[in-house]
């Protein structure tokens, strides 16, 4: 069974930068694709980036492109969400999850960690 678990959450300003961790464990993930989403009060939860895990192939929102950067480290099964030039919009709880490559559906999820962003 695949868990994982976010950490780096927290309260910046506006202009800083954070950096996200999501700890994975429960298989090998060669075989998917790794993400973040975030979740906003009162709206539903948005795509932010994605990697496919066995070639580090990235993918983004228009929102975040240019200022996010989606990694991953192979040795230690740890996905990254490097956040830089934040903005307050940026607030809101983030997910990581994960999804095989023959589905299209994410699978496992994260529990999220805060990310507020002050003006």
């Known amino acids: 069974q695949v868990q994982l678990v976010e950490s780096g959450g927290g309260l910046v300003q506006a202009g800083g930068s954070l950096r996200l961790s999501c700890a994975a464990s429960g298989r090998t993930f060669s075989s998917y694709y790794m993400g973040w989403f975030r979740q906003a009060p009162g709206k539903e939860r948005d795509f932010v980036a994605a990697i496919r895990w066995i070639d580090g192939r990235t993918y983004y929102a228009d929102s975040v492109k240019g200022r996010f950067t989606i990694s991953r480290d192979n040795a230690k099964n740890t996905l990254y969400l490097q956040m830089n030039s934040l903005k307050p919009e940026d607030t809101a709880v983030y997910y990581c999850?994960?999804?095989?490559?023959?589905?299209?559906?994410?699978?496992?999820w994260g529990q999220g960690t805060q990310v507020t962003v002050s003006s």
């Open positions: 999850a994960a999804r095989p490559t023959s589905t299209s559906q994410y699978t496992s």
